[in-house]
């Protein structure tokens, strides 16, 4: 039978000394060993199983120890069953709270999006979305501002304090849009673009990698798995909706895969209510149920005149709308033993 690697993990208490130490020790022996970095983390991956129990007393021990019997190593809940907290500028997603990102499909002119912008955030938003690259099914629809937009995104940033998040199709952008957003986006038609994951993976920013509507739960960890190879834990699942024969809505909420993603991995989970229901009617129920099974944030389309937008205009909430769903979430919370990000019991400097 063929012997199982064991994934050693070492939180960041471990000196760098202890895992030379460690990684002397296998090669010594002659036995080939990876090492991954997972943010603060070091893993070795150990072929030989009876080497760990030949280590000397002087080595470190690891913090846990994890058989390496799937395609999914770096991503796996056992190696922090904690879970992992991700830093969105000054939000947190992953530590309990409920976050909100919110803001238009796509940012289409200085007015729309200073006004949305401000609209999200009076009503408690953590993050503005916001659309520069559109990948859109038609070539002819509006394929978003491109390199124009993100200087209305900075700005949005600077005026209402809010991280910004948007959307990369090409591994090309990265590093242009990195210097800039606070966030990226990995969109449902790119999840297997295992280039661009790579190149989003090497620019340490946080990172929404959005469930393929024709990709499973586990094909989701999986490629998550590229971004985290890259040394990049911050990274958050979104479900976003699939395909199914159900065409009532736009796409259908798979809520089943926000509760496999928190017992399968590690990694926080976001839904995104607007792009699954496809009408402002279902923000509301789709968002209080993705709550209710322990999604950590939710992904929302807010347009200041939804008439008059060039990306999505029918299912992006009106302001009185995202109020009224900010309104609905806060005792859902409460009522889980949690509470909104950047709520009244959750106030930090820059978090409003
Ligand atoms: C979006 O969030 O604007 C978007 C294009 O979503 P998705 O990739 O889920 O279709
Ligand atoms: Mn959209």
Sequence with gaps: MAKTDTLLVFDETVTRAGIEGWLRHLETAGTPTEMYRLGGTLVLSVADVDLIDK???????????????????????????GGTEVSLGPATIGDGSVAVIAGPCAVESPEQTLATAAVVTDHGAVGLRGGVFKPRTSPHSFQGLQWDGLDLLAEARERTGLPVLTEVIDPEHVKRLAAVVDGLQIGARN????????????????????????????????????????????????????????????????????????????????????????????????????????????????????????????????????ADVMARLAPLATGLGRHMSGGPTDRRPGVR
């Excluded at 280590?55 to 069953?81: C, I």
């Excluded at 209080?288 to 990306?311: F, R, S, T």
């Design 55 to 81: 280590a000397g007393p002087e080595l470190p021990a690891p913090t846990r120890q994890v058989s390496r019997n799937s395609d999914v190593w770096l991503g796996r809940k056992e190696l922090r069953p």
């Design 191 to 322: 999840m297997q673009n295992f280039a661009l994951l790579t190149a989003v993976g090497q620019s340490g920013l946080p990172v929404v990698l959005k469930r393929g509507f024709g990709c499973t739960v586990d094909e989701t960890i999986a490629a998550a798995e590229y971004l985290l190879l890259e040394g990049n834990d911050q990274v958050v699942l979104c479900e976003r909706g699939i395909r199914t024969f159900e065409t009532s809505a736009r796409f259908t909420l798979d809520l089943t895969a926000v509760a496999l993603w928190k017992e399968r991995t590690h990694l926080p989970v976001m839904v995104d209510p607007s792009h699954s229901g496809g009408r402002p009617e279902l923000v509301g129920p789709l968002s209080l149920a993705a709550v209710a099974a322990g999604a950590d944030a939710l992904l929302i389309d807010v347009h200041v005149q939804p008439e008059q937008a060039l990306c999505d205009g029918n299912q992006a909430l009106r302001p009185q709308q995202f």
